[in-house]
């Protein structure tokens, strides 16, 4: 399963909209380098499928790669599908899905306009496992899924 990354976005404060910079340097257990979102805890980097972002489109939202505050912007992988555990090669960096969604503890300006917002459901979060560069045009690949236990029929 592969997909293509269409922009690589940063901000420099939180609860902004994040803006494309085209490529970037993941470190291990911190993230994107001078985004506001990165650090030593689980959601390191953010991702939403542009598939994702086309759903609020047509709903008449003038939405664009990083208005999400996502970090990767895809096309071509359903990133919700994925289970926690999954390990992604995302440009040369080896990161691993730690959530599906998030709850948001106060609605967003997105959602206070059309009374939905797809990241909570479909934004997908990764730590960083190797370091690496992640440009856009990048493939973004899986590379393992997390082993289930087989249980006795």
């Known amino acids: 399963m592969r997909g293509e990354v269409i922009a690589v976005c940063t901000s420099e404060r939180k609860g902004t909209v994040k803006k494309n910079v085209g490529r970037a340097r993941l470190r291990v257990d911190w993230g994107i380098e001078g985004d506001a979102h990165a650090g030593n805890w689980h959601r390191q980097v953010s991702l939403l499928a542009w598939e994702s972002i086309e759903k609020m489109r047509a709903q008449g939202l003038n939405v664009r790669e990083g208005s999400f505050a996502e970090n990767i912007t895809t096309r071509g992988l359903e990133l919700h599908t994925l289970p926690v555990g999954t390990r992604l090669r995302l440009g040369s960096a ?9 709850l948001c503890h106060t609605k967003c300006a997105i959602f206070k306009m059309v009374g939905d917002c797809v990241m909570p459901r479909e934004g997908i979060f990764v730590r960083v496992l190797e370091e690496g560069e992640v440009a856009v045009g990048d493939v973004i690949e899986v590379v393992s899924l997390p082993e289930t236990e087989s249980k006795p029929m």
């Open 94 to 102: 080896l990161v691993e899905v730690t959530q599906i969604g998030k």
